[in-house]
């Protein structure tokens, strides 16, 4: 019997289990056949999300399988055909989801995908194709896998020959730095900051670290578990930063507890996804809240809080004045009577502030977070950072 024989018996064993696809590509990654009734569509989502190249990059190293996955939660599996040492043709088992997704966990996947430029028609056909990927245990496509694979090379593996990292890399791809790990701490003190100074601006700063790393990397199967630890652990540390920006250690603690719990309650993927994002703001609105200057008028504490919100634009007096119905000269006047500073320094001081959390926490160059910052220039920016914190920037980012 041949491959193709062989194939053709193994995908209709396999859909016994349900609407699972296989598909076959050649060397180049040219899509030879497919049982899927919408291949053209979902071949297309598999090239997009970077699992072909993936695919054949570790192909042509390697003759094991691999799983290939997305952020959406959406995972792949491959066995490789080979002439000798020569990648021949790779199949493939999917998509199915490893766990129960929501549209909202899918919209959340996605954006980690940001820079994927792609029409709404397209997500919602996206959604729409979604509806019909079943969902199939871990363990289950692992073995479809160890199937597969005899199918084509009629050879016996076990479950760890199974390359399961969703971002397989070829042997001679290059190795990660070794500061990797302290990109994530640097990501990591970043964010705390935040938390000790209550800035409720911390969206950027938040969405960048998630990037930086994907939370604690426990090696497990279940999905569930291994989110629950990971916000477990942040809300740790969040909890005794709060209590550091002001926070008072019975509130804190009380608090952190609660989340904990509701971790620790969570039965699905849903319940637990937006968890880390509510007490992160949750802790950052209180410390925000306790380290409120009692002293500043009304007016002037909305004027700060405009400001700490709209760091990104070009912020001057007359937008000031215009929030609180003052005239320019007295918000001025009114502003630094009760701050100390100028309402241009405050803004200054402020901006700097961001750029430190934004040095600590992300990899954009400082000419992106000057242009974030709406400074007009980068060496406007870097002459300003270094009247404030007596560094440049790069310095500042290096130390």
Known sequence: MDVFQNMTLFSEMIRCGGDIYTWCYDADGKLLKSNCPDAGFLSGVFDLFGCRKKMLDYGRQHATPVTLGTALGMTWAAAFEKDDDTLKRAWVIGPVFYRDVSMRGIEHGLQYYSRLEVSVAWTMQLYEALKSVPVLQCTILHRYTLMLHYCLCGEHLTLSDINSDALAKPADAPQKPAHDRHKVWMAEQGLLQMVRTGDLNYKQALSASMGISAGVPVRSDDVLRQSKTSIIVFTSLVCRAAIEGGLSPEESYALGDNYIQSAENAKTMDDLDPL????????????????????????????????????????????????????????????????????????????????????????????????????????????????????????????
């Open 276 to 399: 880390a994002l509510i007490m992160y703001d949750d802790f950052v609105r209180r410390v925000h809240k306790c380290r409120t200057n009692p002293n500043l008028s009304q007016q002037v504490q909305k004027c700060v809080d405009y400001i700490e919100m709209h760091l990104e634009e070009k912020i001057c007096a007359a937008d000031l004045a215009a929030q609180v119905g003052y005239t320019e000269y007295y918000l001025t006047h009114k502003f630094k009577e009760e701050t100390g500073l100028s309402v241009t320094d405050y803004i200054k001081f402020t901006k700097i502030e961001r750029a430190k959390v934004l040095l600590k926490s992300t990899d954009q160059t400082v000419q992106d977070i000057a242009a974030a910052l709406s400074f007009s220039t980068r060496n406007y920016f870097s002459r300003v950072f270094q009247e404030v914190t007596g560094q440049t920037p790069m310095e500042y980012r290096e130390k």
